[in-house]
């Protein structure tokens, strides 16, 4: 069992930023995939960003340019840091790993966006 724990998210105006975590409780957190979703309410969930154990990403057209996804392995964390907020991006944000064909979830994190 992998233990994904979210935190950051909360309250931001228009045009403001946040940076999200996640922290993973087990030390083989550095050689799997990492990646965070968003879901928002009535649609569907989206992938929004990836980031290989290598260190290799890939983002969701909606967010490119506006979100970095990093890691740090010495911390067991992955981070999502997001710029240029609008209330489109207001969703429950969560983090997840693959480990062979098992995919671990975090709690999830809410971010809304609005003035």
């Known amino acids: 069992q992998v233990q994904l724990v979210e935190s950051g998210g909360g309250l931001v105006q228009p045009g403001g930023s946040l940076r999200l975590s996640c922290a993973a409780a087990?030390?083989?957190?550095?050689?799997?995939?990492m990646g965070w979703y968003r879901q928002a309410p009535g649609k569907q969930r989206e992938l929004i960003a990836t980031i290989a154990s290598v260190g290799s990403t890939s983002y969701a057209d909606s967010v490119k340019g506006r979100f970095t996804i990093s890691r740090d392995n010495a911390k067991n964390t992955v981070y999502l840091q997001m710029y240029s907020l609008t209330p489109e991006d207001t969703a429950v944000y969560s983090c997840?790993?693959?480990?062979?064909?098992?995919?671990?979830w975090g709690q999830g994190t809410q971010v809304t966006v609005s003035s």
């Open positions: 087990r030390a083989i957190f550095s050689i799997y995939p």
């Open positions: 997840y790993t693959k480990i062979g064909l098992v995919t671990y």
